[in-house]
């Protein structure tokens, strides 16, 4: 595999998952516009909390596509069907308790997030809104990873292109034209999730050959025992998105704490810094699906070649992404907000973002080839030493650097997760394909 067949399969990805981020960013530069940087802080508290849900449960799309990439490289379809039917059954089942729980999940995290009594009752009309979104979004979690470990990009690409159009016209609709403020964002993005998942579900209805459908959902398919790798590997990858999510909540209510215009700056320049991540995750969803199917049909060389891949693509994309914010920082920071005080501030922490991409790249690239080999034990040690070394270098820098101190940390953090990550491919390689090997 060379490399613009590498590229063929990476950069239709890339669009597809930087549309991702663009939910939140566009929601974070609406009221960027807007006269008071509490309606940022606002959108910045209320989207922590959807981003918490969300990662939390982000195995949904990251296992379903691993899983489904490798049933392709088996040629298995009952394995094909019970990679997707298996964890709509979970996104269901986990939607019901977050309905559920939706008080206490709003009444226990604004007070800890915030203690601004205004930017609360912004983020609680935000979260009101977006919570009946949650089945939707978790949903097209699966739908949009399944498409993606099948390698339809097409299809994927659309979903999420149509989503995030969506997302905009509306937020603009509802904030410029209605009025509708913080309350108008949160119902774009509702609106967007719903109607995505719809047109979603008719692309997977039409994709599965009809003799199959009667099968998707049989007994066969939803035998708990059956349920025990899927299980084990989702497992791992919620300890390593709670580890995720702890940094950033932590990393949010840390920065809040320095003020309103320095909180709507550090939401800023994390979604900048998710559009930087989601990029790369592009690349981490083609090395997956290589992954996959170099396990799926046993093929060590394709195996060898995709790690091969995505560091070379990792190091050269990282001087891309750092060199294109160096030389626009200014036009970028006028996108999201033209508050003075907000703007002063992005200016004087904006070279911690100029260097996440060369510290994070291959931790998050790397994250695909672990998926794509449905192995996340390496993916949740390897998070779980990053978030202690942030949790302590924050303890140490933050009292002395305040929020540089915040941003160290964060550094230290993303680049703990690359190295760790490195530093387990040799072992990957070595059981994933003596196991193939012994079973042989």
């Known amino acids: 595999m060379n490399h613009s067949k590498y590229l063929r399969l990476a950069l239709p990805l890339i669009l597809t998952t930087i549309t991702t981020p663009l939910l939140g960013a566009v929601d974070t530069a609406v009221v960027g516009q807007l006269d008071d940087s509490s309606y940022i802080a606002g959108v910045a508290v209320g989207t922590i909390i959807f981003n918490t849900m969300y990662w939390l449960f982000g195995f949904l799309r990251v296992s379903t596509s691993g899983f489904a990439a490798q049933a392709q490289g088996m040629k298995n379809e009952e394995d094909i069907l019970r990679s997707i039917s ?21 009444y226990h995290f604004l007070p800890l997030l915030t203690s601004d009594p205004y930017v609360q009752s912004l983020a609680s009309d935000y979260f009101v809104i977006r919570i009946w979104g949650v089945p939707f979004g978790l949903l097209n979690y699966v739908i949009i990873g399944w498409l993606m470990g099948l390698a339809m990009i097409k ?49 997977v209805w ?48 840390t920065g809040a704490t320095y003020g309103t215009e320095i909180l709507a700056a550090n939401a ?16 981490a969803n083609a090395s997956s699906i290589l992954t996959g199917r170099a396990i799926g049909s046993k093929d060590e060389t394709l ?18 992404i750092s060199g294109i914010y160096y030389l626009f920082h200014d036009q970028i920071h006028l996108v999201f907000t033209t508050i ?24 998050v690239v790397l994250h695909g080839i672990f998926v794509g080999a449905t192995e996340a034990a390496p993916l949740r040690n390897a998070m779980i030493i990053a978030l202690i070394i942030f949790l302590v270098s924050l303890y140490l820098a933050a009292p ?41």
């Open 86 to 106: 298996r964890p709509l059954l979970l996104a269901l089942s986990i939607s019901a308790c977050l309905i559920a729980l939706q008080y206490p999940i709003k």
């Open 400 to 440: 002395i650097l305040s929020n540089h101190g915040l941003w160290l940390a964060f550094i230290l953090f993303s680049t703990a997760r690359s190295l760790f990550l490195i530093l387990g491919l040799p072992r990957l390689q070595k059981t994933t394909f003596s196991s193939i090997s012994i079973q042989n």
């Open 303 to 320: 195996f060898r070649i995709t790690i091969r891949r995505s560091f070379q693509w990792a190091l050269l994309s990282s001087l891309f």
């Open 155 to 203: 299809k994927t690409l659309f979903l999420q292109m149509y989503m995030n159009l969506t997302n905009i016209v509306l937020d603009i609709l509802f904030v410029k034209v209605f009025s509708w403020s913080v309350a108008g964002v949160a119902a774009a993005t509702l609106i967007s999730e719903v109607s995505t998942f719809l047109i979603g579900f008719l692309i």
């Open 268 to 283: 800023i320049l994390i979604q900048i810094h998710y559009i930087m991540a989601y990029m790369y995750d592009g690349f």
């Open 340 to 363: 003075p005080g907000v703007i002063e501030a992005l200016t004087i922490y904006q070279p911690w973002i100029l260097c996440y991409p060369l510290v994070a790249s291959f931790g």
């Open 206 to 253: 039409k994709a599965i050959p009809a003799k199959q459908l009667q099968k998707i959902f049989q007994i066969k398919s939803i035998d708990l025992s059956s349920y025990k790798k899927m299980m084990k590997v989702n497992r791992d990858l919620f300890i390593r998105t709670l580890c995720l999510l702890i940094v950033f909540n932590v990393f949010t209510a």
